[in-house]
Structure formats: structure tokens, C-alpha cells
């Protein structure tokens, strides 16, 4: 089974700054997701951004973008211009390209911190 | 608002309760999921549905279990629970892509979970 790793459990920035959340992940497959979800205190998961690992583009959504490096099966998320909503966890996770196979596995979580 | 309505959004049961969680998608998607959330740990897919159909159990003891009556409800039958079996349930569901439509793109739309307390 494909395992994924944050290494990171609580991180603090200060708002205004940059932060980099890691993520690496373990898998024999050439295609596949890779994605990063915020969840706030009110608990509902939130995607914040999504990688197709054929694209060698790294994706951006606003102040947020990735890192996604292949061959090092690494994924890691950077915000720029922290905000106080930014405050959650977040959660790297992964699944097959395979046609009609939807598993996901998640890593363990970064807590996220922001500092006024 | 992701269009996953869960309720209730606490329970709290006795271990010889009977109880059951509700998911609820507006979304019209195809697959619908239970996870476990536990502190620290991370998220334990229970069950996956596609298409009402269950394609995955994720070794989840008997004492859990799901129903999928139509592709916009999941419910998640509990009983004799176990005090370890406390945590956050998330239920979640995407569009995954069928032979007719490859253009889904595969991502999960979570609820706001259950929080279960067995005492």
C-alpha cells in the first residue's frame, strides 16, 4: 500500500510570511494524484490544491502553490502571505491514476499555527 | 459549505447502543467514502461505494456497518461499540470517471464529520 509521510506535526508563521509544509509519499505507480487539504477547527476538510503527477507544471491556487518533485516522491505546499484563516491542519494525500481504483491514503497531518 | 451534510455532528453512546451516522451529498457523485480520524493518526478509509456498490472494506470490525441505499445517502450503522472506537467520522464523495466520462477529476468532497464518544 502507497504510504504518505508529513514530518512536520505543528508548524507556527508569522502572518504576512511564507511557510513550507512537507510531504513525501511512497509508490511504484507513474500515474497518479497527489492533493493538499486544509481542515479548520469547523473540521470540514477543504481542498486547497491538486498535482496530476503527469503534469510537470507545479500547481498554484492563489497564495498557495507546490513543490512537486517525482523523482524525489516529494509534495510540499508553501503559502505565501500567511493569513490568520489559514490556521488548520493540513493533510497531503494521495491516490492511484488507475482507472476505477479511488483509494486515498493521507498522511498524519501538519498543524499550522499563525502567528498575528 | 462542500455539499456533504453529516449528522449528527456529536453522539455519544453507551457500548451496547445501537446508533447510526448519516451522510448526505448534493454534489450527484458517484462514490461515497467513511473515514476514521483519530488524533494524530491519519485517516483510516472504512468503506467506499461506487455506484451503491461496495468496493472496499478496509478490515472494519463487524461492529460498523454501512449502507448505501442510493448514490446521495451513506449511513454508517453502529453497535456494540468499544471505547477505542471514539474519534471523528468523515464521510466524503467524488465523481470518478466512468466509461462514458474520463473528464472527472477525482477529488473528495468531505462532510464535517461525526464526533463519537463511547463511554
Known amino acids: 500500500a502507497q504510504t504518505v509521510t508529513q514530518s512536520q506535526p505543528e508548524m507556527s508563521v508569522q502572518e504576512a510570511e511564507t511557510v513550507t509544509l512537507s510531504c513525501t509519499y511512497d509508490t511504484s505507480e507513474s500515474d497518479y494524484y497527489l492533493f493538499w487539504y486544509k481542515q479548520p477547527p469547523s473540521r470540514q476538510m477543504i481542498l486547497v490544491i491538486r498535482q496530476e503527477a503527469y503534469k510537470q507544471q507545479n500547481a498554484t491556487e492563489n497564495r498557495f502553490s507546490v513543490n512537486f518533485q517525482k523523482a524525489a516522491k516529494s509534495f510540499s505546499l508553501k503559502i505565501s502571505d500567511s493569513q490568520l484563516g489559514d490556521a488548520a ?5 494521495y491516490r492511484s491514476g488507475a482507472y476505477n481504483f479511488n483509494k486515498f491514503y493521507f498522511g498524519s497531518g501538519t498543524k499550522l499555527n499563525v502567528k498575528p | 459549505e462542500t455539499g456533504v451534510t453529516q449528522t449528527p455532528r456529536h453522539l455519544v453512546m453507551g457500548m451496547t447502543n445501537k446508533k447510526s451516522l ?3 451529498q448534493h454534489l450527484g457523485h458517484n462514490a461515497m467514502y467513511w473515514y476514521k480520524q ?4 491519519p485517516l483510516e478509509l472504512m468503506f467506499v461505494y461506487n455506484f451503491k456498490e461496495q468496493t472496499e472494506n478496509n478490515s472494519v470490525p463487524s461492529r460498523f ?13 453502529l453497535h456494540t461499540l468499544q ?20 473528464s472527472a477529476k477525482n477529488i473528495q468532497y468531505f462532510g464535517a464529520g461525526t464526533r463519537l464518544s463511547v463511554l
Open chain 1, 89 to 93: 491542519m493540513y493533510f497531503c494525500a
Open chain 2, 22 to 24: 448519516k451522510c448526505e
Open chain 2, 38 to 41: 483519530s488524533a494524530k493518526k
Open chain 2, 65 to 77: 456497518s454501512p449502507e448505501c441505499p442510493n448514490s446521495s445517502h451513506l449511513f454508517l450503522h
Open chain 2, 83 to 102: 471505547p477505542e472506537d471514539s474519534a471523528l467520522y468523515l464521510c466524503a464523495s467524488s465523481q470518478e470517471p466512468t466509461s462514458g466520462d474520463l
